[in-house]
C-alpha cells in the first residue's frame, strides 16, 4: 500500500511540434484509497499513469510514491493494460508466475498465492491454456492475478475494461470491487466512462483536455461494499449528473482555448 | 496506396467467394476438390503430364538428337548411382548416390547452423538496440549486395579446395535473410510487452531473452527458411567449384562427361533435399510456435 504525491508534474513531447500533454498536476492519493482519472480519450491521463508506472518521466514537477522519488518500473507498481499486454507464447499459468520468476522469488514463496489468485479471478482451470485461447474478458483477469501476485504497493489501470463488451466489463468491475475490498491496495484507474469511475472509485478527478490537468476532484461517499446495483441509485445519478456538467464545461473550455 | 489494396483485398463484396470456395455448380466437384486425396491427384496431374510426353517424345532413349535422357534413363542411371557395386569401373558414379548426399546435406547443416548462430544475435541486436543498429547494420547492408556466386573466388583463395570452402559460403547465404528477418521481427516487439516484463522486474537479458527473442520467433523462422534455400544454392554453386565431393560437385562432373541422366537425376536429387529440409523447419516452427496455433485449436 502507498501513498502517492504529484507536485507540478507537467509533461511536454519534444516532437517537431512540442506538444503539452500534461500541465501541472497536482494530486494526493492516500494508502489504500482507490482514485479514478476521469477524462476524454488522448487528453494525457494515460501519459499521468505511465508517468506513476515510470514508464515515462515527467518533464517538469515531482512525482513520489510514499515520499521516494518515482523511478523505474518495477513491481512495486502492478500496471494493468488496456489490452491485456500478455505474453502470447507463456501459458497462463506462466504469465501469472512471470513477475515472481524475474525477481528470483522461490517458487515455494509464489506458487500458493499465484494458485489463490488465479482461482480469485476464475481462472484456476484454465492455467495451462494459452492467451490465444481465452476470451479479452479472460485475459484481463490474466492481467489483473499477475499483477496482485507481485503484491504490488499500488496498482495503476489504464482503461482495463475499455476494450471489453457492455457485459463483461459489468463483470469485471464486480470483480474488481470484490478483489480490491479485499486487499485494500492503492488504486489509480484510468476511464472515459462515467459510471465505471463512480462505481469503483473513492474519488473521481475529471482531468481538463490537453494539455491535461486535474479540473475538480469530486469524493465519492457511495457505501462499501459496492455492487453494480448501485448504478440505478438517485445518490448515483445525482454524481453522474455533477461529473456531466463538469466534463462539459472541461469540453467548453478547450473548445475556447483552441478557438 | 499499400493501405486500401490491403482493405480491398480484405473486404471482398457480399456474392463474391473466396477463389477456392467458388461454387461450381454442384457440390460433387466441390468435394473432389476439397478432400485431401484428391488434392494430391489434383497436384500430380502437371508433374505427371510433363514426364509422360518427355517419356513419349523421345527416341531411342534420348530428346534433341542426343542431348537429353528421357526420363527411363535417367531413373535407371539414378538406380545404379544409388544401389550400383562401387568402384573405378566404368562408371565412376555407381553407388555414390548416397555419400554425396549426406557430403551436402552436412555442408547446408554445418553452414546454416552458423548462420543461425551469427545471424540471430546479431538481428536481435540490430533490432532491439540503437546502438547494435548504428554499429552493425550500415556494414551488413553494403555487403548485402555482393552476390554469394561473387564471394567464390575469394573463398577458394582463403579457404581453398575444401568443405570449409562451401561452408563459408553457405554460411554467408543464409546468414543474409536470417540477421534481415530476425531484425524486423526484433524492431517489432509490441511496446506494451516491453513496458509489462519492466514493470514485473524483468533485467535488460531477461526482456531480450523472454520477451524480444519469442515475440521475433515468426519473423526468425521466415528467414531461417529463405536462408536454407540459399543454403542449398550455395552448396550446390561451391562444389561445382571449390570442393571435390557433394552433389554439386557431381553435377558439374557428369556435364563435362556428358552424363546427363546423372544431371538430371542430381537435380531430383538436389530439389528433394530441399524439400525434405524445408519440411524440417516448417515442424520446428509448428513446434515452436505451437502458442499461436492454440487459438484455432
Not at chain 2, 573463398?155 to 568443405?163: D, H, K, N, Q, Y
Request: aromatic content about 8%; glycine content about 10%; some cysteine.
Amino acid at each position: 500500500m502507498a501513498e502517492i504525491t504529484l507536485r507540478q508534474v507537467a509533461k511536454t513531447y519534444f516532437s517537431a511540434v512540442p506538444v503539452r500533454a500534461l500541465d501541472s498536476v497536482d494530486l494526493d492519493i492516500a494508502e489504500g484509497e482507490f482514485v479514478a482519472l476521469l477524462g476524454p480519450s488522448g487528453c494525457g491521463k494515460s501519459t499521468l499513469l505511465n508517468i506513476l508506472a515510470g514508464f515515462e518521466g515527467a518533464s517538469e514537477g515531482s512525482a513520489l510514491i510514499d515520499g521516494g522519488a518515482i523511478g523505474k518500473p518495477g513491481p512495486d507498481r502492478g500496471v494493468v493494460f488496456q489490452e491485456a499486454a500478455l505474453f502470447p507464447w507463456l501459458t497462463v499459468w506462466e504469465n501469472v508466475v512471470f513477475g515472481p520468476k524475474m525477481q528470483g522469488v522461490p517458487r515455494s514463496d509464489y506458487e500458493d498465492r499465484a494458485r489463490e489468485m488465479l482461482a480469485t479471478v476464475g481462472l484456476k482451470d484454465f492455467a495451462q491454456s494459452y492467451p490465444a485461447q481465452l476470451s479479452g474478458g479472460m485475459r484481463q483477469r490474466v492481467g489483473i492475478a499477475r499483477v496482485l501476485v507481485m503484491q504490488p504497493r499500488a496498482l495503476l489501470m489504464d482503461e482495463p475494461f475499455g476494450a471489453l463488451d457492455a457485459q463483461t466489463r459489468m463483470a469485471m468491475q464486480e470483480l474488481l470491487l470484490t478483489v480490491w475490498e479485499k486487499l485494500n491496495t492503492t488504486v489509480v484507474f484510468v476511464t472515459h466512462d462515467i459510471d465505471e469511475a463512480i462505481l469503483l472509485a473513492d474519488r473521481v478527478c475529471v482531468m481538463t483536455a490537453r494539455p491535461a490537468r486535474i479540473g475538480r476532484e469530486i469524493p465519492i461517499a457511495l457505501p462499501r461494499p459496492r455492487s453494480i446495483d448501485d448504478l440505478t441509485t438517485p445518490e448515483f445519478t445525482r454524481y453522474k449528473a455533477e461529473i456531466m456538467a463538469e466534463m462539459r464545461s472541461a469540453h467548453r473550455q478547450a473548445e475556447t482555448t483552441a478557438a | 496506396m499499400t493501405d486500401t489494396s490491403v482493405k480491398q483485398a480484405g473486404s471482398r463484396p457480399a456474392g463474391m467467394a473466396a477463389p477456392g470456395s467458388r461454387a461450381l455448380g454442384s457440390t460433387l466437384p466441390r468435394i473432389l476438390v476439397n478432400s485431401g486425396l484428391a488434392q494430391i491427384v489434383l497436384a500430380l496431374i502437371l508433374p505427371v503430364a510433363i514426364v509422360a510426353i518427355w517419356q513419349l517424345a523421345g527416341t531411342n532413349g534420348s530428346l534433341f538428337g542426343g542431348v537429353l535422357p528421357t526420363p527411363d534413363r535417367v531413373v535407371s542411371a539414378w538406380w545404379i548411382w544409388a544401389f550400383g557395386p562401387k568402384g573405378m569401373g566404368l562408371n565412376p558414379y555407381s553407388g555414390t548416390w548416397l555419400a554425396n548426399v549426406i557430403f551436402s546435406t552436412q555442408r547446408v547443416a554445418q553452414g546454416f547452423l552458423v548462420a543461425i548462430l551469427v545471424g540471430v544475435p546479431a538481428g536481435i541486436w540490430i533490432g532491439w538496440s540503437r546502438l547494435g543498429a548504428q554499429i552493425l547494420d550500415p556494414t551488413v547492408q553494403m555487403l548485402r549486395p555482393i552476390p554469394i556466386t561473387a564471394w567464390l573466388p575469394f573463398s577458394l583463395a582463403v579457404f581453398g579446395i575444401s568443405g570449409f570452402s562451401a561452408i563459408f559460403l553457405i554460411a554467408l547465404g543464409a546468414f543474409y535473410p536470417i540477421v534481415i528477418n530476425t531484425t524486423q521481427g526484433a524492431r517489432h516487439v509490441e511496446r506494451n510487452l516491453v513496458r509489462a516484463a519492466l514493470m514485473m522486474g524483468a533485467g535488460r537479458f531477461d526482456i531480450l531473452r523472454r520477451v524480444v527473442l519469442p515475440a521475433a520467433l515468426p519473423s526468425i523462422f521466415t528467414g531461417l527458411r529463405i536462408g536454407l534455400g540459399i543454403g542449398w544454392t550455395a552448396v550446390i554453386v561451391s562444389e561445382m567449384i571449390a570442393v571435390k565431393s557433394g552433389l554439386g560437385y557431381v553435377l558439374w562432373d557428369a556435364y563435362y562427361v556428358g552424363r546427363m541422366d546423372v544431371v538430371i537425376a542430381d537435380m531430383v536429387s538436389i530439389g528433394v533435399m530441399g524439400l525434405l529440409s524445408d519440411q524440417l523447419i516448417l515442424l520446428a516452427e509448428r513446434w515452436a510456435l505451437s502458442w499461436r496455433l492454440a487459438g484455432a485449436r
